[in-house]
C-alpha cells in the first residue's frame, strides 16, 4: 500500500513570501497527487493536482512540481496572502487508479502580514 | 445547491452506544468514502465505495461498518463506540476515472 509522508508539519512567511511544502510517496505505480486546501473548521478542498504523465501544473500563484524518480511532489504558493493561511494536505492513491486516497499528515501554513 | 451533505454536524455518544453517521450526495458519484481526521495524523480512509452495492476496507476499519445501498447515500456504522473513536469524520465522493474529491461538512464525534 502508499505511505505518505509531508514535511513541513508547520511553516511561517511573511505575506508576499513563496511558501514550498513537500511530500514523498511509496509506490511507485502512483499515478495521481491531488493538493487540498482546509480552512479552520471547514471541509478540505482540492486545489490543484497532478497525474503522472507530466512533471509541472500550474494555476495562478500555485504550482504542483511532481519528480517520478525520486517519488516526491511539491505545492508552491508564490506571493502568499494572508487568506492562504490554512492546512495543507498532499495525497496519494492506496492503490493505481485516482481514487481511495492516502493522505499526508499536513502542513499549517501561517501567512503574517 | 448539488453537493454532499453529512449529519449530525455534531455528537457526543457514551461509550459502548452504536451510532450510524449519514452521507448523502446529488452529484451521481460512483465512489464515496469515509475518512476520519485526529490531530497530528492527518485525514485516514476508514471505507470506501467504488459504486453501489460494492464497498471495501481502508486503512483504519475495525469497529467500522459501511453500506452502499444505493449510488447517493453511504451510511457509516459504529455498532459499539469506544473513546478511541473521537474524531472528525468526513464523507466524500469523486466520479469515476477523476480524483477530485468533493467533501462533505464533517461530523464531531465525541465518545464519553
Known amino acids: 500500500g502508499e505511505n505518505v509522508e509531508q514535511h513541513p508539519s508547520t511553516l511561517s512567511v511573511q505575506e508576499g513570501d513563496s511558501a514550498v511544502i513537500k511530500c514523498t510517496y511509496s509506490?511507485?505505480?502512483?499515478?495521481?497527487f491531488p493538493w487540498y486546501k482546509q480552512e479552520l473548521g471547514k471541509r478540505p478542498q482540492l486545489i490543484i493536482d497532478?497525474?503522472?504523465?507530466?512533471g509541472e501544473k500550474k494555476d495562478q500563484r500555485i504550482a504542483v512540481t511532481l519528480n517520478k524518480t525520486a517519488k516526491h511532489f511539491s505545492l508552491h504558493i508564490t506571493e502568499t496572502q494572508p487568506e492562504d493561511s490554512a492546512v495543507y494536505f498532499c495525497?496519494?492513491?492506496?492503490?493505481?487508479?485516482?481514487?481511495?486516497?492516502?493522505f499526508g499528515t499536513g502542513t499549517r501554513l501561517l501567512v503574517s502580514p | 445547491t448539488a453537493g454532499i451533505t453529512q449529519a449530525p454536524t455534531s455528537q457526543i455518544l457514551a461509550a459502548g452506544r452504536s451510532m450510524t453517521l449519514r452521507c448523502t450526495q446529488d452529484?451521481?458519484?460512483?465512489?464515496m468514502y469515509w475518512y476520519r481526521q485526529d490531530l497530528g495524523l492527518g485525514l485516514r480512509l476508514i471505507h470506501y465505495?467504488?459504486?453501489?452495492?460494492?464497498?471495501g476496507k481502508g486503512e483504519v476499519p475495525d469497529g467500522y461498518s459501511v453500506s452502499r445501498a444505493n449510488t447517493d447515500d453511504f451510511p457509516l456504522t459504529l455498532a459499539s463506540a469506544v473513546p478511541s473513536q473521537t474524531s472528525v469524520y468526513f464523507c466524500?465522493?469523486?466520479?469515476?476515472?477523476?480524483?477530485?474529491?468533493?467533501f462533505g461538512s464533517g461530523t464531531r464525534l465525541t465518545v464519553v
Open positions: 497532478i497525474r503522472s504523465n507530466v
Open positions: 466524500a465522493s469523486s466520479a469515476t476515472g477523476n480524483g477530485g474529491y468533493t
Open positions: 452529484m451521481r458519484h460512483n465512489a
Open positions: 465505495s467504488n459504486t453501489a452495492g460494492t464497498t
Open positions: 495525497a496519494a492513491p492506496l492503490n493505481t487508479g485516482f481514487q481511495k486516497l492516502v
Open positions: 509506490d511507485s505505480a502512483s499515478n495521481y
